[in-house]
């Protein structure tokens, strides 16, 4: 099946001009042809191609599906960014696949970047979800401090994912089935401890993901499978 991505597809019976001359130059679809489209919020589209040029895609919608929510409950994943942009697009790409529902960026204490370019992250997030036929595109956020987004209200369950001593439960044992959830993941120097002690004092839990000790991006994906291993 041929997805594409029309977010605007409520106003505008056209693909966006990257995902036209993909659909026209390189799969050589044309007038006639039946194509698939999601505007990223729940629902696919089957359309029929009416217009198709170099640069333009006109079309006529002939199906709307819902998509079934795919996972229980809510995830929010809110990590400090990796000095490496790889390693953060990465974690954007497997966590859409798997299933996310916000990305936010932290500014932590030890944040190795201090700044992040969310739209390219979003186009891998568009590809990711694309590529495994899911109709949400996760929200991604602004990169904030770490003591504005704590300060945020919060309606569901709170963690702080942290690798000092203490006593703790893990992400799994503490997640409650079909609730909403925000989850902190701190740098490779880990969040400092008095960020635990201004979390834990918002109301975040603290939690660990496992006995090892383990990279920003991982420990992220980890807190990902983690909570949909729970809401299936």
């Not at 991505?5 to 409520?10: K, M, V």
């Not at 036929?133 to 996760?138: D, N, V």
């Amino acid at each position: 099946m041929h997805l594409f991505y029309t977010p605007d597809i409520q106003t505008i019976l056209e693909l966006p001009e990257e995902e036209a001359r993909h659909c026209i130059r390189v799969l050589r679809l044309t007038e006639g042809d039946e194509i698939t489209l999601t505007d990223g919020k729940g629902s696919f589209y089957k359309v029929e191609i009416t217009t198709a040029t170099q640069k333009r895609c006109l079309f006529t919608i002939r199906e709307t599906i819902s998509q079934p929510l795919l996972w229980n409950g809510h995830l929010h994943i809110a990590m400090a960014p990796t000095k490496n942009m790889d390693r953060n697009e990465w974690f954007a790409e497997k966590a859409t696949e798997i299933g996310l529902d916000e990305l936010s960026f932290l500014q932590c204490r030890f944040s190795e970047r201090k700044a992040i370019k969310t739209d390219r992250i979003e186009k891998i997030m568009v590809s990711a979800m694309k590529q495994s036929l899911k109709a949400r595109l996760p929200q991604i956020h602004e990169m904030i401090t770490f003591d504005r987004f704590i300060a945020q209200d919060f309606a569901g369950q709170k963690f702080i994912a942290h690798c000092y001593e203490g006593e703790k439960k893990t992400f799994k044992e503490s997640l409650i089935p079909g609730s909403e959830a925000l989850i902190l993941v701190g740098p490779e120097g880990d969040f400092s401890p008095e960020e635990v002690e201004k979390a834990i004092a918002n109301g975040f839990l603290p939690v660990s993901l496992g006995n090892s000790r383990l990279r920003t991006e991982t420990a992220a994906l980890v807190a990902c499978m983690t909570f949909n291993l729970v809401n299936q």
